[in-house]
């Protein structure tokens, strides 16, 4: 007992390895909800508009199932069940199985599997998986960021003008003042345009991938941020809160960006509202 307590403090995977896994249990989750999106699901409400439906539950047990087979001993925090599990590993994967469900209910195909990965408390890989594109986005630490295979890099975008901005809303909107509307209005009168996805990973992915400059948003959960995280940085992007401290996905308070407008995204977050 003691013994296998010690091991699992001194465990080591090959990145490559993990990475593997990590891809993997993404695919498998991503073709289980479009199965799901093709067959039907169940809706529940959680709040009245935060919904799950049992594809959510599907996928996630899917990659958590997936990922324990390979690494018995890692954790896991998981949306749909919430808690970080107990053990002695520096592994802890970090798991949203289906970020952007409100589209997924309506039928709206902008919806994926997010994987992330801490050791030792710092984010180390990510994997993002957009089943209904076919997108796998996929980070290392030190390793660069891919989309399918192929190297990503954030935009060279140097003014809000010429920015293409995206940002989204937590579900307690109605009930609480720090509802992200002043910063959407905001935004909406400094950026060429401004978008609304529905999805927090795939807009960090987008980041990533140079489609958006800049994105922000309040209120987030570390299962939005964790993977979506290592893909932007390793895509050249930068990360902060709202302060303009390095990231915490712990932190519930996101920007990201191509780094050069960084600062005018800062400047505008920390004006008064109109
Ligand atoms: C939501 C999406 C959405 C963001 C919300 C998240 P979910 O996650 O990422 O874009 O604006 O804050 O809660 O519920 O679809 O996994
Ligand atoms: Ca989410
Ligand atoms: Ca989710």
């Given at each position: ?9 001194h ?9 593997e ?10 073709t ?9 699901f ?31 001993t890692?954790?896991?925090?998981a949306?749909e069940r919430?808690?970080?599990?107990e053990?002695q ?21 902008v ?25 796998l ?13 192929r190297s990503?890099?954030v ?5 809000l ?15 609480t ?12 009168l ?18 990533a991938?140079?489609r ?5 948003e ?18 050249g ?8 401290k ?12 191509n ?16």
């Amino acid at each position: 007992m003691v013994q296998s307590s010690v091991l699992n403090l001194h465990e080591s995977v090959p990145r490559e390895t993990l990475l593997e896994v990590a891809i993997s249990a993404s695919r498998k989750a991503g073709t289980l909800l479009l199965k799901y999106a093709e067959t039907g699901f169940r809706i529940e409400y959680k709040a009245p508009i935060n919904l799950v439906t049992d594809a959510d539950r599907a996928a996630e047990q899917c990659v958590i199932d997936h990922i324990r087979t390979s690494f018995p001993t890692h954790r896991f925090l998981a949306e749909e069940r919430g808690h970080v599990e107990e053990g002695q590993s520096p592994y802890l994967w970090i798991i949203d199985p289906l970020d952007g469900t409100t589209n997924f209910a309506h039928g709206y195909p902008v919806y994926c599997v997010s994987i992330g990965l801490e050791y030792e408390g710092r984010c180390v890989l990510g994997v993002v998986f957009d089943p209904s594109r076919n997108e796998l986005f996929t980070a290392m630490e030190h390793q660069g960021a891919q989309l399918n295979g192929r190297s990503l890099h954030v935009s060279k975008a140097v003014t809000l003008d010429s920015s293409l901005l995206v940002t989204g809303f937590a579900y307690d909107i109605r009930e609480t003042p720090r509802n992200n509307l002043d910063h959407f209005v905001k935004f909406a009168l400094k950026a060429q345009g401004l978008r609304r996805t529905g999805s927090a990973a795939l807009d960090l992915c987008y980041v990533a991938a140079g489609r958006f400059d800049g994105f922000w948003e309040v209120r987030l959960n570390p299962w939005d941020m964790a993977a979506g995280a290592v893909i932007v940085r390793e895509a050249g992007g930068r990360l902060t809160d709202f302060n303009g401290k390095d990231l915490s996905i712990y932190g519930q308070e996101l920007v990201a960006s191509n780094g050069q407008i960084h600062e005018a995204m800062l400047a505008v977050l920390a004006q008064e509202a109109p």
